[in-house]
């Protein structure tokens, strides 16, 4: 009597789910880190827009010259 099933004779299966598994936490990961990759980058345009404010400011006044 077999308590558990087996998978397959080769492992395929077994190999498929693992490889599944894998895929899903490295997916996991990709969006966490592209989330934080976003967060840091709207950091930076919110510090930085009074400076490209300015040099538009300035552009746009040298260019009326």
Not at 2 to 19: N, Q, S, T, V, Y
Not at 24 to 47: F, H, M, P, T, Y
């Amino acid at each position: 009597m077999m308590i558990f099933e087996p998978l397959d004779m080769r492992g395929r299966k077994r190999a498929d789910l693992h490889r599944a598994a894998r895929l899903a936490l490295l997916r996991g990961r990709i969006l966490k880190r592209i989330s934080k990759v976003d967060n840091a980058a709207g950091s930076v345009e919110q510090a930085t827009a009074p400076f490209a404010e300015a040099a538009r400011q300035t552009a746009t006044g040298l260019s009326e010259c």
